[in-house]
């Protein structure tokens, strides 16, 4: 079982950056791809971006490209989401994922199956 553990969210104005940062800890060494997702009040968990574990690619969802990027660090175990440019439509919970599957990078929630508890994010208009 790997354990992950967000950290990096908050209050922001429309505009501005966060930096989320996502730990794993425990069985790792089986990692294909990590992950984030978001969920807003009322409606249901959507993909962000994905990152292989070994190599470097990644994917996106259409609403956060140029905007987002994702990355990790293998060495600390951990995977970063840079969040730039941020909207109001980006406030939600944000959620850090991994899985041994390698369509991780598809971006299909039912392919991962560790999650963190989620950190909130909030984007002020």
């Known amino acids: 079982q790997v354990q992950l553990i967000e950290s990096g969210g908050g209050l922001v104005q429309a505009g501005g950056s966060l930096r989320l940062s996502c730990a794993a800890s425990g069985r790792t060494f089986g990692t294909d791809a990590m992950g984030w997702f978001r969920q807003a009040p009322g409606k249901e968990r959507e993909f962000v971006a994905a990152?292989?574990?070994?190599?470097?690619?990644?994917n996106y969802a259409d609403s956060v490209k140029g905007r987002f990027t994702i990355s990790r660090d293998t060495a600390k175990n951990t995977v970063y989401l840079q969040m730039n440019s941020l909207k109001p439509e980006d406030t939600a919970v944000y959620y850090c994922a991994s899985t041994p599957s390698g369509a991780g990078l598809r971006g299909a929630a039912t392919d991962f199956g560790s999650w963190g508890r989620g950190t909130q994010v909030t984007v002020s208009s």
């Open positions: 990152i292989t574990w070994i190599g470097y690619n990644t």
